[in-house]
């Protein structure tokens, strides 16, 4: 297992990362989750404030202006606290339901688009005797590397989001001293401005925190998902194909390509060559193109092939370096030759033409 771990030196490559996508694993940071949820929820709290500080003065009135404890009946109990659920539930539905959407969309820009089936699918495997003893020792081990290395990482967060609230306190001690026989609306005030600015504080901390957890996270999913070098090459054989069987499918259409080109030889009204190493067969019907076209083409032995199924159904043979050469990398089998070949092809039709005649 040493062994296999060491060999892992490949990256993951993109398929690789799509089947551990599908199965739930993804590089995600709980630190960084939380710190925007409470972010979300103070950034609610602060619009929404105005609000739920209304829906509840609402209910105090309400209280002083229409209860009256002589009046209370047990019996009627659901009835009495009704108005007050109401707004109760005016004041905290849009602020709870809002958390919820807003922390559903951080959510989705954290982790993207991702449905694993996977993570909800019981596993039988879970359910062995020798499972829940491992999962028990796991739990009671006081000394389990993994353990110990959350229990660092918990108490180093508490003791860096601690200092930057006391921070705070400090710096004002002697604020807070000068309230002492302040008025009471003085004193809400300075209170708050310190709440906020201490909070303001712990919470950028967190999001750094959760910023620099992200980090680790991904450098440790990326470690874990890296690959052999073995394991490469078997995925981008199941992907392409074996190479092997590949090339012998190649070959294959190749030769079956060939057959079909050599196959349109005898029906071609001249063979134009260069004069070895380059054959082309050139056609012309007004009724199927309106212009001159390559039937058939090769190089070196196709070439030699090319002339000898002309030489034995009787296809002209006409030595131009030029045209042959041009033909040959310009036009491809079936397409029309460009226009400024056609002065040089005319040419030579002409003068097949005119030796059949000749020969007639």
């Not at 694993?25 to 929404?48: C, E, P, Q, R, W």
């Not at 001293?177 to 609306?185: D, Q």
């Not at 030769?255 to 012309?284: E, G, I, R, S, W």
């Not at 309106?290 to 002209?316: H, M």
């Amino acid at each position: 297992m040493a062994n296999d771990g060491a060999d892992r030196t490949e990256a993951a490559t993109p398929r690789k990362r799509s089947k551990e996508r599908d199965k739930g694993n993804i590089a995600k940071s709980k630190d960084l989750m939380s710190a925007m949820t409470i972010t979300v929820a103070l950034v609610m709290l602060f619009v929404l404030s105005n609000w739920m500080l209304n829906r509840m003065l609402l209910a105090l009135h309400y209280s002083f202006t229409n209860l009256n404890p002589k009046s209370i009946n047990v019996n009627e109990f659901f009835g009495t606290i009704y108005p007050y659920a109401i707004i109760v539930a005016q004041a905290l539905l849009p602020f709870m339901c809002s958390i919820f959407i807003l922390t559903l969309l951080v959510l989705r820009l954290h982790i993207g688009h991702m449905f694993a089936l996977d993570k909800v699918k019981p596993k039988i495997e879970n359910l062995s005797p020798k499972n829940w003893v491992n999962n028990l020792k796991r739990l009671i081990n006081p000394f389990d590397p993994n353990k110990l290395v959350e229990l660092a990482k918990s108490l180093l967060k508490v003791f860096i989001v601690g200092a930057c609230g006391y921070s705070v306190i400090h710096s004002r001690i002697d604020e807070l001293y000068a309230l002492l026989g302040a008025e009471i609306l003085v004193v809400f005030k300075v209170i708050g401005s310190i709440l906020t600015q201490m909070f303001l504080n712990m919470l950028l901390a967190m999001l750094f925190i959760g910023y620099l957890d992200l980090k680790f996270q991904t450098y440790m999913f990326e470690k874990s998902i890296k690959m052999t070098k073995q394991e490469v090459k078997d995925e981008q054989k199941d992907t392409e194909g074996d190479p092997k069987i590949k090339s012998k499918i190649k070959a294959f259409g190749y030769k079956l390509l060939q057959q079909q080109m050599m196959a349109q030889v005898p029906t071609a009204d001249v063979v134009v060559t260069n004069p070895t190493h380059f054959a082309v067969a050139l056609k012309y019907d007004r009724s199927i193109k309106p212009a001159p076209y390559v039937v058939a083409k090769g190089a070196d032995f196709l070439a030699f092939k090319i002339r000898e199924v002309a030489q034995n159904n009787n296809i002209p043979i006409v030595e131009n370096v030029f045209v042959a050469r041009t033909l040959y990398k310009l036009v491809e089998i079936g397409d029309i030759i460009p226009s400024e070949m056609f002065q040089a092809v005319a040419e030579i039709l002409a003068y097949v033409y005119n030796k059949n005649n000749k020969n007639k």
